[in-house]
C-alpha cells in the first residue's frame, strides 16, 4: 500500500477533512523519476485529481527520496513497508491519515499463445489464493 507521507512541519498546513488533491496545497512535491508513476497513481486514484505539473525535486531512487522525505523538502508517495521505520519512530507522517491507501500491484507474465507452463500456473494460483493476506502484511 501507498500512503502520502512528509515530514512532520508539512501536518500544520495540511486540512485532512477537505476532499481531493487541496488539503495539500502547494506543498513541493519529489519523485523518483521525472515521470512520477506512484505520484500520479496515487494523486488519481485517492485524491481523484491530476497531480502537479511540475515536481520539485528529482532522486534517483525510492531509497534516496525517502531521505529527501525525512529532511522535509518536499512530499512524496512511497510503499509504507519502505518507510514503516520513520512512520513508527516519527520522521515521517502521513499526510492525508484515514485515506484509502493506493494499491500495489502484482502483475505476472505469460504467453498469451500456447499452453500456460505448470509453474506459471502454480503461482497464478498461490497469488490469487494469498493476495488479501499479502495485502495485509504490506500496510
Do not use: H
Not at 496545497?25 to 505539473?53: N, S
Not at 499526510?95 to 491507501?101: N, Q, Y
Amino acid at each position: 500500500m501507498e500512503v502520502g507521507p512528509g515530514a512532520p512541519r508539512w501536518r500544520a498546513g495540511v486540512d485532512g477533512a477537505a476532499s481531493g488533491p487541496e488539503p495539500l496545497g502547494d506543498l513541493p512535491v519529489a519523485a523518483y523519476d521525472d515521470k512520477a508513476p506512484i505520484v500520479r497513481r496515487y494523486w488519481r486514484e485517492v485524491l481523484g485529481a491530476r497531480p502537479p505539473a511540475r515536481l520539485a525535486l528529482v532522486a534517483p531512487d525510492v531509497r534516496a527520496l525517502r531521505e529527501v522525505l525525512c529532511t522535509g523538502a518536499a512530499i512524496s508517495v512511497l510503499p509504507v513497508y519502505l518507510i514503516r521505520a520513520e512512520l513508527s519512530e516519527g520522521a515521517l507522517v502521513e499526510l492525508l491519515p484515514g485515506r484509502r491507501p493506493a494499491p500495489n500491484r502484482f502483475w505476472l507474465a505469460t504467453r498469451r499463445q500456447g499452453p500456460r507452463g505448470e509453474r506459471a500456473a502454480r503461482v497464478l494460483a498461490w497469488l490469487q489464493q494469498r493476495a488479501p493476506a499479502l495485502s495485509a502484511r504490506m500496510r
